[in-house]
């Protein structure tokens, strides 16, 4: 459902977290960055609204603003799962085979 990247490579996936960012009780950015430590600029988070339901979606689309304020970039696509795995799969391909 959503991966975190670095320089176009996939770091991290947290596709089940990111669903419960919603009922957070600190702030959204705090809440991202305590999922995710203290990413560096460069960061990528690639969510497929289409995957996590409409209230998910609209959260998760809220959380642009205060990601940029940590560095990270949240880029929201209205793909579904299957296409986002396709998607990493061919980044994951694209990866130096020592590097994956």
Do not use: H, W, Y
């Not at 770091?11 to 957070?24: L, T």
């Not at 959260?59 to 990493?88: F, W």
């Amino acid at each position: 459902m959503a991966d975190i990247e670095r320089d176009g490579e996939a770091v991290m996936s947290i596709g089940k977290v990111i669903c419960g960012i919603a009922d957070a009780v600190t702030p959204t950015a705090q809440a991202m960055q305590a999922i995710i430590g203290s990413p560096s600029p460069g960061f990528r988070v690639d969510v497929a609204l289409a995957a996590v339901g409409e209230d998910s979606a609209k959260q998760i689309t809220k959380l642009a603003t205060d990601l940029d304020q940590i560095g990270v970039d949240l880029v929201t696509t209205g793909r579904d799962l299957m296409d986002v795995e396709e998607s990493n799969a061919s980044l994951a391909s694209e990866i130096p085979e020592g590097r994956r």
